[in-house]
Structure formats: C-alpha cells, structure tokens
C-alpha cells in the first residue's frame, strides 16, 4: 500500500473526526438549550448528535489503525492503546489516545443508558468538556499539518464554534428545571379552618 | 401490541421530544409536559414508540406490558 | 365506644375492655379480615383483607408493617385521636397484620404534630414485652400533607424524605428496606384487631350498612369533633351526633380535601357507609365531614383549599407544580371576584389535564374537588366569572401566608 496513501488516511480522518466532534459537542449544547423552530424540531438535534458521534468513530478507526500500521510512522499497537507510551511526540499522541477512551465511556454509557441509568451517564456525559479540549490539543500537538492555512481556518472555526455555544449555554441563567431546586412546600400557605 | 405508553412523572422534565416523535399518542400541555393518550400501542406506531422511549434525555418514557400493570385506580 | 375514648387505656384496661389477643393463623386472620368486607380508612378504601394477601404472597418471613398514622389531612382528627385513647388497640393491630404477612418489622409511623398520639402510643408500646419492644419502633413523620401517602412514608423510612416516589415498584412489592411492607392506616389496624377478637360477623352485623368508622365532623355544627358511627347512619345522623347544624349549610365536603362536595339536602338522609357513597358517586375518603355554612361561599372554600393542597406539593412533578399552581393562582382570582377572561375555562381545562399526571394521587385528589365543586358550584362560579357572588356581596381577601 502507498506509504503516502496511508499518512493522509491518518491525517484525513484525524482532521474529520475533530470537525465531527465539534459539531457533536455543538449539537450537545443546542439540545440542552432546548433550541428548536417550527422545522426543526428537537429529535433532529438529538438525531444528529448521535449520527455524528458514532460516525466520529468509523473516521476515528480510519485515523489509528491508518497511523498505526503505517510503517513510516514507526508506532506499534501499544502506542495507540496505552496512552502516553509512544516513542514519537509521547505528550501529545497520548492525549489522543485519553480523548478516544473518554469518547468511548460517553458513547457505550449512551448505547447502554438503560443499563448504567440517567445519573452514571449524566456523569460520564460531562466527560465531553474535557473529551473535546484533549482532542483539539492532540490535533495542534500532533498533526503536521497545523502551519497550512486551511488547517488553521478549520481549527479556528472549531474553536470559535464551541466558544460561541459554551458562551451562548452560560448565558442562559436559571435551566428549565430550575423549579426543581425549590424545597417542597415553599410557598407555605395557611391551612384552611 | 400489548403496550402502553408509561411516563416517570418524577424524571420527566418536559423536553417534549417525546410528543415530537409520537404526536398521535402524546401531546404536551401548556407547560411543556406530556399528556398521554389511554390505550395500548398500535402496531403501526411501535417502532416510534420505541424510538421516542430511547430519545428521552431522562429516561422518563417507558413501554410496559399491560398484564404487569398493578394499578390502584 | 370501642375506638374513642377520654384518655389513654393502660394495657391492664385494655385486656379488661377488649380481651386477649386471639391466637389465630396467618390464613385464619387474612380469612376473617376478608370476610368481613373491612375497607381501609386511609383514604383510599381498598379492602384491607385483599391487602394482606398480597403482601403475603411477597412475604418470606421478613415483610415490614408500617402503621399509618401520619394524618396529614387538616380536616381529619380520628387517627390522632384513636391513637391518643387505644394505643394498644393499634399496636395489636400491627402485631396481627404482622402475623398475617409475615412480618418481623413494625413500624408506627405518627405525625409530629400529634402530641398526644406520640405519647400515648410510645407509653403503650413500653408496656408491652421484650420481644414486642424489639419489634416495634415509633417514626415520627414529618409535617405536610402528602407525608402519609404510602410511597412517601416508605421513603422516609428508607432515606429521611417524605416525598413520594414513581411506582413500580409499590410498597407490598419492594418497601422498607427493600422488603415486602403494608402500609396500613391505623384505622383499619385497630378494626382489623376488634374483628380478629370478636369474629367477621361482629363487624358485618352492626348498622345497617355493616361495619363501624370514625368520622371527623366539622365546620356548620355545634360540636365538632370525632365521632364512632355505624355505617347506616345518615348524615342527618352524624350532624346530630355533633351537636346539630350551627345555622343553615348548603354544601358537605365528604372525605376530605381529596373528597368531594355533595349537597347537604340530598343527602340528609342518605346512609354514610363506603358502598352506598360510592354508588352514590361519593366517597368516605378519610372520614371528613365538613359542613360550608350557608353564608360562606363555595367558590371561596374551594380557592382555599386548592390552594393549600397546590402549596403541599411535593414538587416532583411537572403537572402537579405547574398545573396545579396554576389552577390555584386562577380560582383565587376568581374567588376574589377579580377574574382575567377566560379563567373559569382555564381552570375547566387545566384540572381535565391534571387528571392521572402525577406520580402519586395528589392531584387527582384536587382534580375530584374541583369536579364536584364545578358540578355544586356551577352557578357561583359562572357569577364569579362575571365578578359577582350568589352567597355574599362585601369583597373577599384569601388569605396566603
């Protein structure tokens, strides 16, 4: 197989998957701001999150089995499973192996949501803030690509996209079930006789 | 289909997803909260039913089968 | 009176007036509970023999019994007062249900407010054995409306929070500390130990209707308070035992603030038993018998209590918070005479979508007075619509704390 063919699989799909995973990380946020319009309504935000993310992975598969069996790349098997154990760049490769573990506890917790229940998932779901921040940096660490233009614009539209829409959840104040925290009987009204 | 349609009143926190999917069995009130229509599951709607049980953000919606239902009314 | 009395019983007067605790098998009991038609007095009116069977069935020896006595309707006094004057008469009641479902635990779950209860019971359960002492144990429950409902008292047990829970799993499934648990109020508890001793057929022949009850009078009479009735007695029958109407009354809320109105004239001389009421459209609920004078207005009693019972929430649930809130907020305007357009249909509309939506029968409990106050109240609530009342002509304040 080409040598070449096999290093732009790697960076191809490396790329890809972080755009992917912006647009989940996006769509997350959209759907907790219960944000909808007469077409579009929520199950399609929630649809997409889902088709994105277990898509990410099938680039995901594409970005390490390409960069591990490329023998230009010298990096075994252990490399991309054991994290921070790479020879090449060991920092910033292993932050791309934490970022597919975290992604891999948040997709089976959603796959087996009824398994693991609404509390374990929402936990590990929260993973995603961390999850995304690893993949970027892993990107900026890793690639050989981040002096060309093109990978700057799409780095930088990533970045602004998760910005905008972290800005646009805090800005929300009080959430919908804000009326949750309220203690039972709050408003204590005089019994009557 | 022996099914009926169960929502967690206590998990449910009125996303209303529930309702988008399955409008011939759940309408939502003024508040965002799903009303649920009486009956079993038609056969031709299970497969959505199904869906809208996995969409909930909560897990608030669940299919029960009718023969395990204890109700007090 | 077997259920009512002036002070506390010590044990030594209890076995005098009552007797011996009969030994009786679990299936003997269930049999005799069964036989009997014993109806349960918490509210809910479920038959109280069906009930430990079920629990039974579940039960491998280690089932819990909690004893209701949380009595967080406002209206209603018997339970506080049938703990004050037969502690023992209820502990024998658990001791038998206990046996009947096979249960080592027992709980007496009382309502902090109810002093004297808390302390004849505690008093009583210190008279009893060893063994018995290790049983039992007294929970005090927390104040507010909804801590007596089954699920919410089980809660409290499990983890301190009076709030009730989704079902599945009921309590004679899955209840204190995950064990088989009747919940039973304690009322049915002390019938169910009176039955035991003196056979089903003591019960089935008294009054008219068959059984006894304690009802709590109040409101239009002269002397409100407790009452021990045979089930027969007419509502006529029960405003003379207390004392008589204080003046004229229109209306009766029956069984509670979960009950409903009925008019007084139509059913003066109707019986007040669980069957004919219910045949009748009505139920005994919890045993309130409240008389609305015939200058109050009905519209006004009814702002009130649905906006007590809307502040009582636990909550939990969407519905209940909002729709109930909602429909308090909108019957106060209305109550006030100071309506928006629309309001009386709102409240029409909002309480058919109360209905069900809870995951316990609080709103429900609003839903079927406000049913019945649309049904009796129709034309002062079609007045009030217009800004005016049928009953009086000064402006009205609620008042809210």
Redo the contacts between chains.
């Keep these: 197989m080409n040598d070449t063919l096999l290093w732009y699989a790697t960076r191809g799909a490396g790329v890809v998957s972080l755009v992917l995973l912006t647009g989940v990380v996006v769509l997350g946020i959209v ?1 907790v701001m ?1 944000w909808q319009t007469a077409s579009w ?3 399609l935000t ?2 997409f999150h889902r088709n994105l993310a277990l898509t990410t992975l099938i680039f995901l598969e594409i970005h390490v089995v390409t960069a591990v069996v490329d023998p230009f790349t010298a990096l075994g098997w252990e490399a991309a499973l054991v994290p921070f154990s790479s020879p090449y760049r060991r920092f910033w490769l292993g932050l791309g192996v934490v970022g597919i573990y975290l992604l891999l506890a948040i997709i089976v917790t959603s796959l087996l ?2 398994l693991f ?2 509390r374990i998932w929402r936990a590990v779901h929260w993973l995603a803030y961390a999850m995304w921040p690893v993949a970027l940096i892993h990107s900026i660490g890793t690639g050989t690509d981040p002096r060309f233009v093109w990978m700057l614009v799409i780095e930088a539209i990533c970045v602004g996209s998760v910005i905008a829409a972290v800005a646009w959840r805090v800005s929300r104040g009080a959430p ?2 804000a009326w949750r925290q309220l203690p039972a009987n709050a408003a204590q009204v005089k019994k009557w006789t | 289909m022996d099914e009926v349609l169960e ?11 529930c309702a ?2 399955l409008p011939e069995l759940i309408t939502l ?5 799903p ?1 649920v229509k009486r009956g079993s599951v038609p056969d031709h709607l299970a497969e959505l039913a199904r869906r809208a049980v996995d ?1 909930c ?3 608030a919606l669940r299919l029960a089968s009718i023969t395990a239902i ?1 109700r ?2 | 009176m077997d259920l009512i009395g002036a002070n506390a019983e010590s044990l030594a007067t209890h076995l005098e007036r009552f007797g011996p605790l009969p030994a009786l098998s679990s299936g003997e009991l269930i049999a005799e509970v069964e036989a009997s038609g014993l109806l349960g007095r918490g509210g ?1 009116g ?1 038959p109280v023999g069906r009930k430990w069977q079920t629990v039974a069935e579940r039960s491998s020896g280690h089932a819990v019994v909690l004893a209701n006595g949380a009595e967080g309707e406002p209206l209603s006094h018997k339970d506080r007062s049938l703990m004050a004057a037969r502690p023992h008469l209820v502990i024998d009641g658990a001791l038998l249900a206990a046996g009947a479902v096979g249960a080592h635990d027992i709980i007496l779950y009382i309502g902090t407010e109810h002093l004297a209860a808390n302390a004849a019971v505690r008093h009583a359960l210190a008279e009893r054995s060893k063994d018995i002492r290790g049983r039992a144990r007294i929970v005090t429950a927390p104040p507010g409306y909804v801590s007596g409902e089954e699920s919410a008292a089980v809660h409290f047990v499990n983890a301190g929070d009076a709030r009730p ?2 079902t ?1 799993p ?1 309590p004679f499934d899955r209840g204190v500390a995950g064990k088989p648990t009747l919940v039973q109020n304690v009322e049915s508890l002390a019938l169910a130990a009176l039955i035991a001793r003196r056979g089903h057929g003591w019960y089935t022949d008294r009054g008219r209707r068959g059984g006894i009850g304690l009802v709590t009078v109040s409101g239009a009479v002269n002397h409100a308070g407790v009452h021990e009735i045979a089930f027969g007695s007419t509502l006529g029958d029960l405003a003379a035992a207390a004392g008589g109407l204080r003046g004229d009354s229109q209306a009766v809320l029956l069984g509670g603030y979960f009950g409903g109105w009925a008019e007084v004239d139509e059913q003066w001389g109707l019986p007040v038993d669980p069957g004919s009421m219910r045949a009748r459209g009505l139920a005994i609920g919890c045993g309130v018998v409240h008389f609305l004078a015939a200058d109050s207005c009905g519209v006004e009693a009814t702002s009130r209590i649905v906006a007590y019972l809307a502040s009582q929430s636990a909550r ?5 918070v ?2 109930l809130s ?1 429909i308090a907020a909108t019957m106060q305007r209305l109550a006030t005479r100071s309506p928006q357009a629309g309001d009386l249909d709102h409240i029409i509309r ?1 309480t058919e ?1 109360l209905a ?4 316990c ?1 609080h709103p429900d409990g609003a839903v079927v007075l406000l049913r019945s106050a649309m049904q009796l109240f129709a034309d002062d609530l079609a007045e009030h619509q217009r800004r005016r009342c049928l009953t009086v002509s000064r402006p009205l304040r609620v008042a809210v704390a």
């Design positions: 759907s219960r309504p929520r199950f929630t649809g949501r009824p229940g609404p919908p079930t | 929502v967690d009143r206590i998990r449910c926190d009125g996303h209303g997803i988008e999917l009130d003024d508040w965002g909260y009303i969409d953000p909560v897990l204890t007090k009314r | 809910a479920f829970t989704t599945p009921r939990q649930c969407g519905p209940c909002f729709g909602a909002w979508q069900g939506r809870g995951a029968h």
